[in-house]
């Protein structure tokens, strides 16, 4: 999964993996607690699939049929939020974004400040394996 943070307050989740897409949540913390909460459901997802497949090919190298891998497809998705919908005060906040996918999940946490209407995250992308 790669998470990607910018100064406009944009944040862009996108994932590819071999099963179906789960849930998510998308919360926003202040130093009071939670601002905001958003479910990330199937569909508010922008999603795409591939075959998973291989070319067989006799000892001459000529193609002599095709298989399907299992489990034969593999889901790209991709979410977006802008911070810039909650209308927040110049301050420091937090970001905590969680994906479930069957036995499979993902917690990223980060920091940001908003200062003059720009975003300052603690790093501006994350990758993780799951």
Do not use: H
């Not at 489990?71 to 802008?82: A, D, H």
Request: a negative charge; aromatic letters at 10%; one cysteine or more.
């Amino acid at each position: 999964m790669d998470v990607i943070f910018d100064e406009q307050g944009n944040i862009l989740i996108q994932n590819s993996i071999d099963e179906e897409f789960g849930k998510g949540t998308l919360r926003i913390y202040d130093e009071n607690g939670v601002v905001t909460e958003i479910d990330i459901t199937e569909d508010v997802i922008l999603q795409a699939k591939t075959s998973i497949g291989q070319t067989l090919k006799n000892n001459k190298g000529d193609e002599i049929g095709k298989t399907q891998k299992i489990p034969g497809e593999m889901l790209y998705w991709k979410y977006q939020y802008n911070i810039n919908n909650l209308k927040l005060e110049d301050g420091k906040y937090s970001v905590r974004i969680e994906i479930v996918q069957k036995q499979r999940d993902v917690c990223i946490m980060n920091m940001f400040e908003i200062n003059n209407s720009k975003y300052y995250f603690g790093t501006n992308s994350i990758e993780k394996e799951y």
